[in-house]
């Protein structure tokens, strides 16, 4: 089984509004990622967690709030976004984030559109 | 820095017409790893293959081959009697030790029936 789920499909939020993307994976991966996807770009690495410890933030502002509850689990909070923040949200997860890179597998995503 | 180049914007053909997708990357590791994804408009990106800087065999599954040149830097991608279920935006990606992927531009692949 390789899949990685995503809620919600898709979001419509005010830019006061305070709002939480989920993911989970049950493939045993210790690494999950968020990644942003502007339309007709490709997607944009966000956050990496390695064995429930962020491990990568690729100077995200601090609207974007992530959370590894679990090995299985991550969470994107938002908070005070801005119409620019519209975009398509990307969950993924692989084996392990040390070492060999293994390939990683990617949930459907969260549309996201900022109002 | 590392970088992905795919060059081909968009590319349209007819169904059962055989296609190439270029990439070329830069690295200044020896060691690395090229992937290729698929984004159908679904949105999901599905993984197709894993290629590390060392394995330089030509790969084949199915309707799909891959071609690693590091004489070039390419990773090109064939698709054999394209399906119109091919249609989608592919992406080849480049990643150095440590699981951070560089993604290349995309090429958008449309399948005419």
């Known amino acids: 089984d390789t899949e990685v789920t995503q809620t919600p499909k898709h979001l419509v939020m005010g830019m006061t509004n305070k709002k939480s993307l989920k993911c989970e994976q049950h493939m045993g991966h210790r690494a999950m990622y968020w990644y942003k996807q502007k339309a007709k770009k490709p997607p944009e690495l966000m956050f990496v967690?390695?064995?429930?410890?962020?491990?990568i933030n690729e100077s995200v502002p601090s609207r974007f709030s992530p959370e590894c509850p679990n090995s299985s689990l991550l969470n994107l909070h938002l908070h005070a976004l801005q119409p620019e923040d519209s975009a398509l949200y990307l969950c993924a997860s692989s084996q392990d984030a040390t070492g060999d890179p293994y390939e990683q597998y990617f949930g459907p995503g969260t549309r996201l559109t900022v109002t | 820095a590392q970088k992905v180049t795919q060059a081909q914007t968009e590319i349209s053909v007819v169904e059962k017409e055989d296609v190439t997708l270029d990439c070329v990357y830069e690295t200044r590791d020896t060691t690395y790893y090229l992937f290729w994804y698929k984004q159908p408009p679904s949105g999901e990106l599905v993984f197709l293959i894993r290629?590390?800087?060392?394995?330089?065999q030509n790969e084949i599954s199915g309707r799909y081959s891959w071609n690693f040149q590091k004489s070039t830097s390419s990773f090109n991608f064939t698709i054999t009697a394209s399906q119109v279920v091919d249609s989608a935006v592919y992406f080849c990606?480049?990643?150095?030790?440590?699981?951070?992927?560089?993604f290349g531009a995309g090429t958008i692949l449309r399948v005419k029936s």
């Open positions: 290629r590390n800087s060392f394995d330089e």
């Open positions: 967690y390695s064995y429930e410890k962020l491990s």
């Open positions: 990606a480049l990643m150095e030790y440590g699981n951070k992927l560089v």
